[in-house]
């Protein structure tokens, strides 16, 4: 794949749930070293356009490539380059921090030979040394967090869907979080090196937005209505939350003028 390629191309997706669409036509790319926010009131399909890409959901329609893989139609391939933190992370329990890692890493396709120091590498950069050998379900809320995170990179992925990556955390963890979240995006990073990983971050903090991401697509009710760097977004002084409130606010008043003007 052209290190000047997209990493993540979404074309015209759509998902419907009978008579419900929850997404209708997203469309965006991202490339090498970019943390998108991903932004949207409750219900807006964040989540759902996440869960898309990732490939833990199947579009009603549109395409979808992830670092050049198509995600539909070689979704292994796809896979294999995406970490994937959802709001609630996967995690087992009564599986130890070291093996539940090197169970995900052999399920990520990681050879063997570089498991150990792959799991070794994912525990250092979420700050999970020293409870390598406790069990998951003894630990934290915020460090059950660092494990779902941990999982999401110990294959060293190109692109990374996180959301809510910081859920759960205090004040300093959230700070190293964004400092690895920052790290993964740099060049050098990834599992090619280059030109660093693609992260999609979904996050209703919008501070957390300012602080790490450089551009921010903003949806609302299963539409894109905002796709811009966020430097351009602000240049005038004015904040992200004051952005995001004036956008929603209109958008809810075109659907309620759209829905006064539908036949009844």
Do not use: W
């Amino acid at each position: 794949m052209d290190a000047s390629s997209p990493t993540i191309e979404a074309s015209g997706l759509v998902k419907r749930y009978g008579d419900f669409v929850a997404i209708a036509g997203i469309s965006f790319t991202a490339r090498a070293g970019e943390v998108v926010g991903f932004l949207g009131p409750n219900g807006a399909g964040k989540t759902t356009t996440m869960r898309i890409l990732a490939g833990a959901l199947p579009a009603s329609d549109g395409g979808a490539r992830i670092a050049g893989h198509d995600i539909f139609r070689a979704p292994r391939s796809a896979r294999r380059a995406i970490g994937y933190l959802p709001e609630n992370p996967p995690l087992y329990p009564e599986m130890d921090v070291q093996g539940y890692l090197a169970y995900v890493a052999d399920l990520k396709d990681v050879p063997r030979p570089a498991r150990s120091a792959a799991v070794a590498r994912a525990i250092a950069r979420c700050g999970l040394a020293g409870e390598e050998r406790r069990a998951i379900g003894t630990l934290s809320k915020g460090y059950r967090q660092r494990v779902g995170l941990a999982q999401a990179i110990v294959h060293e992925p190109r692109v990374l869907i996180l959301d809510e990556p910081t859920a759960g955390l205090d004040p300093i963890q959230i700070r190293e979080i964004r400092r690895l979240i920052e790290g993964l995006a740099a060049p050098g990073e990834g599992a090619e090196g280059g030109a660093g990983v693609t992260i999609v971050l979904s996050t209703h903090i919008l501070a957390e937005v300012e602080a790490i991401c450089r551009r921010v697509i903003l949806i609302h009710r299963g539409r894109k209505v905002l796709d811009q760097p966020l430097a351009e977004i602000t240049k005038e002084g004015q904040r992200l939350e004051s952005i995001f409130v004036q956008l929603t606010l209109r958008e809810e008043e075109n659907a309620a003028a759209q829905a006064a003007e539908a036949p009844q």
